[in-house]
């Protein structure tokens, strides 16, 4: 149903987060793996000025072309959704969890998003973890 964590700045949490369930690491079909990633600023055609995660080690690339094998994550942005299955291998951020039409989810996703997107592209790195 999906992947609930949080996402923090500077040591502080900030934002609840869903992605998609882990399965099987595939890109597009997966949540990212927990950890360190370098905040890149892009102007995505569909969602305008967000973030891109970063970090090789993690499989976790920008591009298409930097890709190292199947297992290899590209284009992984944070951006407004509430469910899991609204995301495509990227990270949606919230100000609470819920449940919503069957699904974990976070609450009040484009206010949140909004309110800390300045923050994030201010930054250079973000760490995510999964709920325990």
């Known amino acids: 149903m999906g992947t609930l964590g949080e996402l923090f700045l500077n040591n502080?949490?900030?934002?609840?987060?869903?992605?998609?369930?882990?399965?099987g690491n595939m890109p597009f079909a997966s949540c990212v793996p927990a950890g360190l990633y370098e905040l890149v600023n892009i102007n995505s055609p569909r969602y305008g000025d967000t973030v891109c995660l970063y970090n090789p080690d993690l499989n976790v690339v920008l591009g298409e072309r930097d890709q190292r094998n199947r297992l290899t994550r590209w284009g992984c942005l944070v951006h407004p959704a509430n469910k899991a299955s609204q995301l495509q291998g990227c990270i949606a951020l919230g100000?609470?969890?819920?449940?919503?039409?069957?699904?974990?989810?976070v609450t009040n996703s484009r206010t949140t998003t909004e309110r800390l997107m300045p923050l994030l592209r201010k930054e250079k790195y973000v760490l995510i973890k999964d709920v325990e």
């Open 95 to 105: 100000d609470g969890l819920g449940f919503l039409d069957g699904e974990w989810c």
């Open 12 to 23: 502080d949490a900030m934002a609840q987060t869903v992605e998609q369930p882990n399965n």
